[in-house]
């Protein structure tokens, strides 16, 4: 059976795979690890709720709470509030724990619940496992006067702002900007932070209605900020994802300014502070090799992860390293925050834009990223990419022909049949070429379908940001699909069958 807790909580299509029976249970479970259920006769458990703006949140977060109420936790409903803020919260109430209901940047439908522990840091896998074991365990609830109660926190909101401005190294004053909130749980806090700080705000994408969440709009489309920056002459653009953990940059000219860029930024900053501990900034493996040269010319050391933002914190936490984070935009400030908040590292951002006096232009500059190309290839035996010798031969090749001007990653997503083969190259092109070439030989080597049957000539032309890229067409009963976004080249090949009557099946 598959763990219920991917990388991030417990997500997935509200109301098929995330139901509000699961949620129920769920919050249940976590009740019993989390608020120490039993532990004393005069311990009150106590957790605090928070969502983002999605139709499907307000019934996800009614069960939860019912959940948590009738196992006896006092619950203070948040409402619609950002992820760090809903840790931030939890650790200043004192709470036992927390609950955010939200899938960040994923589609509408989509939803999720993550919880924090005391003090408001995210859950180690063996927490989170102690909670799966318990769901659907028989229990007796609590009745009279120990069940829970359920409060609103209706100076949440304020509390978190209040604590986002204490962070702030300076003002804002003069700054003039634009703020992208994905229609997520930014739409008030961000801007409401910003003016407080002294900046002339615009704001786009803040007018959620439940179901607009992260469409058009936010960190995972930038065409609207890069416009509106340059509409309004605005000093640079922040865009949020839907529970503003995360964030990302445009510049004066509508430039991107992605996270590794934004990390690099704060990292000399917080380093001629005297606040980056150790001279060291931790990062995932999938950071630009431009980060790492940028940092090595300032005396930084830069320390590598696995993807995902729960193990730069691990690391973090771990060694006293004070900043961290990904590509995508998730930062953490280990000494004003225990989580990635999309609306500190904004405030930040912009500070550093203030008191240096130069452009996030100017600022970026210091950074050149290297051309970077990702093809992600379904279907495949993740677990022998490693020990593959044709795969691993091929790669040594390419990471030789590059002779220390890029560099080749394969890595195995950690819940589905996915080799990702991301590449860095001199030029667009050549990162192109290498990540096909690798990608064929992966496909060929690893594939899950038939393997009768073999990848054959490049054949279909697909334009993508002005590059020709090439998709892969496969002999005999196989059918290759490709597909792109954002550009990263997703790899899909079937095989094609018939049973005894006639009907035709297909394997991917």
Known sequence: MARLFGTDGVRGVANKDLT????????????????KIGESADHRPTAVVGRDPRASGEFLSAAVVAGLASAGVNVYDAGVLPTPAVAFLTADTKADFGVMLTASHNPMPDNGIKFFSRGGHKLSDATEDAIEARLGRKWEGPTGFNVGRVT?????????????????????????????????????????????????????????????????????????????????????????DGDADRCLAVDDTGAEIDGDQIMCILAIAMLNRGELRRNTLVATVMSNLGLIRAMEREGIVVRTTPVGDRYVLEKMTTNGYSLGGEQSGHVIFLDHSTTGDGILTALLLAAQVVQSRRSLRELASVMTRLPQFLVNIKDVDKDAVDSNKLVQAAVAKEESDLAGL??????????????????????????????????????????LCSQSSTVAALSRPVLQSGLLLTGLAVAGARSAGLTERDGHLTIMVCETSEDRGGRRGHRR
């Open 406 to 447: 890029g560099r080749v990653l394969l890595r195995k997503s950690g819940t589905e049949p996915i080799v990702r083969v991301m590449v860095e190259a001199p030029t667009q092109e050549q990162a192109v070429r290498v990540a096909n070439r690798l990608a064929e030989i992966v496909k060929s080597e690893l594939s």
């Open 152 to 240: 609103p926190l209706p100076d949440g909101r304020a509390r978190y702002i209040a604590h986002l401005l204490r962070s702030l190294p300076s003002r804002l004053d003069g700054l003039k900007m634009v703020i992208d909130t994905a229609h997520g749980v930014a739409s008030q806090v961000s801007p409401e932070a910003f003016r407080a700080a002294g900046a002339k705000v615009h704001v786009i994408g803040a007018e959620p209605d439940g179901l607009n969440i992260n469409d058009g709009y936010g960190s995972t489309h930038l065409a609207m900020l890069k416009s509106a920056v340059i509409e309004h002459g605005a000093d640079l653009g922040i865009a949020h």
């Open 20 to 35: 509000p029976h699961l949620a129920l249970n769920l919050s249940i479970a976590a009740a019993q690890v989390l608020g």
